[in-house]
């Protein structure tokens, strides 16, 4: 079965390379630019990652990961918090509403697909 991945981030520019990067590994991809679309996909789409940036207008990305969090309903879906920052306060913080990894803009997009592929548990 094909892997769904969600893209929540504001910034097209990054938005359109992860998915086709995302689309050309074989995975199903949907986007969202702010934080209450990416609650609403999450529970439509019903992705298995989650890519969140924190910074996005009205719900931030801590806010979205804590509430999908909060609901065992979705305990299955991965999170990937990708965003611009990058201080030791903010990783932890992150990591602690249940982010699965942190990843820092700039990233590169090697080490980002490792992760995906990685927190999938898929061979490649």
């Known amino acids: 079965m094909t892997k769904r991945v969600l893209i929540a981030d504001d910034e097209p520019n990054i938005v359109a390379a992860l998915e086709y990067l995302l689309q050309k590994r074989g995975y199903e991809v949907?986007?969202?630019?702010?934080?209450?679309?990416?609650?609403?996909?999450?529970?439509?789409?019903?992705?298995?990652?989650?890519?969140?940036?924190?910074?996005?207008?009205?719900?931030?990305?801590?806010?979205?990961?804590?509430?999908i969090r909060q609901d065992p309903a979705l305990g299955h879906v991965k999170i990937i918090m990708l965003t611009a920052?990058?201080?030791?306060?903010?990783?932890?913080?992150?990591?602690?509403l249940g982010a699965d990894a942190y990843v820092t803009k700039p990233f590169a997009i090697k080490q980002l697909l490792e992760q995906v592929t990685h927190l999938l548990g898929e061979a490649r």
Not at 36 to 54: R, Y
Not at 85 to 96: E, F, I, Q, S, Y
């Open 30 to 67: 949907r986007t969202v630019h702010q934080g209450a679309e990416a609650l609403k996909e999450v529970e439509q789409f019903g992705p298995d990652l989650l890519l969140l940036d924190l910074m996005m207008p009205a719900i931030n990305g801590y806010e979205v990961c804590q509430r």
């Open 85 to 96: 920052k990058g201080r030791d306060l903010d990783v932890a913080k992150g990591l602690a």
